[in-house]
């Protein structure tokens, strides 16, 4: 069994910073890609960044420059720092990470999901 946890979520005034963590548990072996979705009212699930288990990143368009997502091996955790915030970066946030179990069985597991608004 596998779990991850999400934290940090929040409200925000536009051009402020929130720092986001997902960390998970249970019977790991490795965890391969990582990655931070985010869905907002009305709109589809949509990726936000991705980090591999070799450090390589990949971000949104529209997050380039203002958000940073990193990994903490050790802690079986993931980051999104987010600077400069809009009121467009309103939704929930979901983490994603490909987790090899100690059964050597490779599965996607979610996070629970974390509200992120921005407004003044």
């Known amino acids: 069994q596998v779990q991850l946890v999400e934290s940090g979520g929040g409200l925000v005034q536009p051009g402020g910073s929130l720092r986001l963590s997902c960390a998970a548990s249970?019977?790991?072996?490795?965890?391969?890609?990582m990655g931070w979705y985010r869905q907002a009212p009305g709109q589809q699930r949509e990726l936000v960044a991705t980090i591999t288990s070799a450090g390589s990143t990949t971000y949104a368009d529209s997050v380039k420059g203002r958000f940073t997502i990193a990994r903490d091996n050790a802690k079986n955790t993931v980051y999104l720092q987010m600077n400069s915030l809009k009121p467009e970066d309103t939704a929930v946030y979901y983490c994603?990470?490909?987790?090899?179990?100690?059964?050597?069985?490779?599965?996607?597991?979610w996070g629970q999901g974390t509200q992120v608004t921005v407004s003044s």
């Open positions: 994603k990470m490909s987790i090899k179990s100690r059964t050597y069985l490779v599965l996607d597991y």
């Open positions: 249970g019977m790991i072996f490795s965890i391969r890609d």
